[in-house]
């Protein structure tokens, strides 16, 4: 039986899943965007920042040895004679990536899996003052649920077919993570699909949803005109020549040729002010668009918090 040394062993624990197929698979590593990269046998085993998460199975790891030992099936000392004993150049430039297409159409979207209940996303999203049963209504249409492991708050996106193309996710602790889920279409972001002249524009959901509630608390009534979260915002280039309308903007107003004027709802700050800047400056000749920040804080959930809770920033 193979021994193998205390430095080997670290060696091997050193190697991350990204090199490992890179080097030994590279046809079973699928690029989805960015630095995010999936298996071709298990398209919910999502690789990133240096460490893997099989989304399916609820558990992850960082090293190459976890993957094989794990989710192949190996065993210890099987693997560790593939990475050691057997160990060609981990470093090798001329390796080919098997790349998904990037036409938007051929995205497959990674949703992570569904907790059986809502109850962590529900205290969370409530506790930041938004209507119970707004939420619950988003429960339902299936634009909103709670994650496995995480349990986070995750967005879904659809298109005009109700099929979920997008979904971001937030957590719902104090440590503020966000971001897309793999394989979303940002084309398709957070959003509601009623009919009407009037567009409504967020930076997040969380602040479309904010406005959502304050509008029926002031009007006993729901807003029943179109809404859309940008996924976030950037500042724009200093030169007018190279503005871009965001595509998630650009997709809402071809799918609604009703609208004639655009609300930007965008945060109070100078990311948020400066594209809404740059949008209007793209858009005037055709929309009536206005910037319509929150009346107090940084954006509607805080505005919205102010009112309900007393938050004061």
């Given at each position: 039986?193979?021994?193998?040394?205390?430095?080997?062993?670290k060696?091997?624990?050193?190697?991350?899943?990204?090199?490992?197929?890179?080097?030994?698979?590279?046809?079973?590593?699928?690029?989805?965007?960015?630095?995010?990269?999936?298996?071709?046998?298990?398209?919910?085993?999502k690789?990133?920042?240096?460490?893997?998460?099989w989304?399916?199975q609820?558990?992850?790891?960082?090293?190459?040895?976890?993957?094989?030992?794990?989710?192949?099936?190996?065993?210890?000392?099987?693997?560790?004679?593939?990475?050691?004993?057997?160990?060609p150049?981990?470093?090798?430039?001329?390796?080919?990536?098997?790349?998904?297409?990037?036409?938007?159409?051929?995205?497959?979207?990674?949703?992570p899996?569904?907790?059986?209940?809502?109850?962590?996303i529900?205290k969370?999203?409530?506790?930041?003052?938004?209507?119970?049963?707004?939420?619950?209504a988003c429960?339902?249409?299936?634009?909103?649920f709670?994650?496995?492991p995480?349990?986070?708050?995750?967005?879904?996106?659809?298109?005009?077919?109700g099929?979920?193309r997008?979904?971001?996710?937030?957590?719902?602790?104090?440590?503020?993570?966000?971001?897309?889920?793999?394989g979303?279409?940002?084309?398709?972001?957070?959003?509601?699909?009623a009919?009407?002249?009037k567009?409504?524009?967020?930076?997040?959901?969380?602040d479309?949803?904010?406005?959502?509630?304050l509008?029926?608390?002031?009007?006993?009534?729901?807003?029943?005109?179109?809404?859309?979260?940008?996924?976030g915002?950037?500042?724009p280039?200093?030169?007018?020549?190279?503005?871009?309308?965001?595509?998630?903007?650009?997709?809402?107003?071809?799918?609604?040729?009703?609208?004639?004027?655009i609300?930007?709802?965008?945060?109070?700050?100078?990311?948020?002010?400066?594209?809404?800047?740059a949008?209007?400056?793209?858009?005037?000749?055709?929309?009536?668009?206005?910037?319509?920040?929150?009346?107090?804080?940084?954006?509607?959930n805080?505005?919205?918090?102010?009112?309900?809770?007393?938050?004061?920033?």
């Open positions: 039986m193979p021994y193998y040394s205390e430095e080997q062993i060696k091997a624990r050193s190697i991350d899943l990204l090199t490992y197929l890179q080097t030994y698979e590279p046809t079973e590593l699928v690029k989805l965007k960015g630095d995010i990269y999936c298996t071709r046998e298990h398209d919910s085993l690789i990133s920042n240096g460490k893997w998460y989304w399916s609820g558990f992850g790891g960082v090293s190459a040895l976890d993957y094989l030992t794990k989710v192949q099936g190996l065993s210890f000392m099987d693997a560790m004679k593939k990475l050691v004993d057997d160990e150049n981990l470093h090798k430039s001329d390796t080919k990536v098997c790349r998904k297409p990037v036409h938007d159409a051929d995205k497959r979207l990674l949703l899996d569904r907790s059986e209940t809502n109850e962590k529900t969370y999203l409530a506790g930041r003052g938004i209507s119970k049963g707004l939420i619950e429960i339902r249409k299936g634009v909103l709670e994650s496995l995480y349990h986070n708050c995750v967005f879904v996106g659809v298109d005009q077919n099929t979920a997008y979904a971001c996710y937030r957590s719902t602790n104090d440590q503020k993570i966000m971001g897309d889920v793999a979303s279409d940002k084309r398709f972001s957070f959003r509601t699909n009919k009407g002249r567009l409504h524009v967020f930076e997040c959901p969380i479309l949803l904010s406005h959502l509630t509008t029926k608390m002031q009007t006993s009534k729901w807003l029943t005109e179109p809404m859309l979260s940008l996924g915002v950037y500042e280039n200093k030169d007018p020549s190279k503005w871009k309308l965001p595509v998630a903007l650009q997709n809402m107003l071809q799918d609604h040729p009703e609208v004639t004027s609300a930007l709802h965008l945060d109070n700050d100078a990311a948020g002010k400066s594209a809404a800047w949008i209007e400056g793209i858009l005037r000749d055709k929309y009536n668009v206005s910037y319509e920040p929150p009346p107090r804080g940084k954006d509607y805080e505005y919205l918090m102010y009112l309900t809770l007393g938050y004061k920033r």
